[in-house]
């Protein structure tokens, strides 16, 4: 089902830009060979529209298929609109200059964004490469402090309406009234959405007030926020995008943290303290408003949907563990759960009590395992789990991408290691950490 839902997810991709191109194509009378370089043209804007649709983050598609997902087709349409857009620009011809330059800033812009995106806000590069995770580092601290990729989704806006300006200054295509009226939908409806999503929407969002803000350990914090009113979207495992006002210290910048256990009311979030903005929440104020978009993510739903007869086995990284407290508070006494929590300092296993705690409420379903090491191993897992929890477990992995990446290397080579057979029916579930 799974599979499914991914596959008709990512046919939108095909399917949004059907419109706008079987009209033009029905009603243009260039070449052959000019009509489908334009066409090239018009699946790249369609791809850019819907990547901007895409980066609201629409709750109700998060849990149809899942932020990364979401995130995934995201940018491999940024990717391949460039693509198509550049073969465009190097084999058209146009006789207005104005529509020209705008061409051309256009796509040279939207290549400029795609390099920053690269390399800042997917992390999908840095994080593979140790110079480039030190030099994203150093430049975070020195020129970018601020929240990079909001600065970069309001630069593809003004991209998007030079290519828009660019189209309506081509003869080729203002001449027929109709393709333009659909052109100009298209554009307004997706700009709408964007615009309703980013100024309107958040005045209906989930709002609360802090009521707690304490460290738990040199690089961790626990942040509760009482709700003005119960939340009843929020399932265990369960993040959610918060800004915080009434704290210039801080910033209204929202961030995603994950909630630690199962109240609707009173969200609790345990923070890693990394990062420029995280490292500044230590100044807020108890009493302060937060804001709250979401909840986001998937694996209730996950859970759900596995045999309950097989074991679950969760892996937390630091405070990566924050997640998966909120699965245990309700899956620990209904499924066989084997949590292995990787800590850097004994120090830092800060909620030691608690896990006693749901571990002796079990009834001999829960098995706690807390290790002072960085990262998972080959003879951490030998040691803590049997060959029957390695071939059938849902493992879900929370932590820091490097580590989180790490432990998905190791876990698909012991799941396809001689012996273990049939294992890729049942991949390992991993989500990277919010911060």
């Given at each position: 089902?799974?599979?499914?839902?991914?596959?008709?997810?990512?046919?939108?991709?095909?399917i949004f830009p059907l419109p706008l191109v079987l009209v033009y194509d029905a009603i243009a009378t260039e070449p052959v060979s000019l009509k489908q370089l334009v066409l090239f043209g018009l699946i790249a804007y369609c791809w850019w529209l819907l990547s901007i649709l895409l980066s609201v983050r629409p709750r109700w598609l998060d849990r149809f298929v899942g932020l990364p997902s979401i995130y995934g087709l995201h940018g491999m349409l940024g990717v391949l609109a460039i693509v198509l857009a550049y073969v465009h620009a190097e084999n058209s011809y146009t006789s207005n200059r104005l529509a020209r330059t705008l061409g051309d800033w256009g796509l040279y812009g939207a290549i400029a964004t795609l390099c920053l995106a690269v390399f800042f806000p997917s992390g999908w590069l840095v994080e593979r490469f140790r110079p480039f995770l030190a030099a994203k580092r150093f430049l975070e601290r020195r020129l970018f402090r601020h929240q990079l990729s909001v600065w970069l989704h309001r630069l593809n806006i003004v991209i998007l309406l030079m290519i828009?300006?660019?189209?309506?200054?081509?003869?080729?295509?203002?001449?027929?009234?109709?393709?333009?009226?659909?052109f100009d939908l298209y554009t307004v409806a997706v700009l709408g959405i964007y615009a309703w999503k980013k100024w309107v929407a958040p005045g209906n969002a989930v709002v609360g007030t802090v009521v707690a803000n304490h460290p738990l350990s040199e690089q961790s914090r626990r942040i509760v926020v009482a709700l003005d009113r119960e939340e009843s979207a929020v399932q265990p495992g369960d993040f959610c995008f918060v800004s915080f006002e009434g704290s210039s210290a801080v910033g209204r910048e929202a961030h995603p943290f994950s909630v630690t256990d199962d109240n609707r009311r009173v969200l609790t979030f345990t923070v890693r303290q990394h990062s420029d903005y995280t490292r500044k929440l230590g100044s807020l104020e108890v009493g302060s408003r937060a804001r709250l978009e979401g909840p986001f993510g998937r694996f209730d739903s996950l859970i759900a949907d596995h045999d309950d007869r097989k074991p679950v086995i969760l892996l937390g990284m630091g405070a990566?563990?924050?997640?998966l407290l909120s699965l245990l508070g309700a899956y620990r006494t209904t499924r066989d759960i084997h949590l292995i929590w990787l800590v850097g300092a004994p120090g830092d296993a800060y909620y030691r009590d608690l896990l006693t705690g749901y571990e002796a409420s079990s009834g001999g379903r829960l098995t706690v395992t807390i290790c002072v090491v960085p990262l998972l191993s080959r003879e951490l897992l030998a040691e803590e789990l049997t060959d029957e929890q390695i071939r059938a477990g849902a493992f879900f992995v929370v932590g820091p991408n490097p580590g989180v990446l790490v432990a998905q290397r190791l876990l698909r080579r012991q799941r396809s290691a001689p012996g273990s057979r049939g294992m890729s029916r049942s991949p390992p579930v991993a989500r990277r950490s919010p911060r």
């Open positions: 089902m799974s599979t499914l839902r991914t596959l008709a997810f990512w046919a939108v991709a095909v828009w300006l660019h189209t309506h200054l081509l003869a080729r295509m203002n001449q027929y009234l109709v393709f333009m009226v659909l990566g563990v924050s997640p």
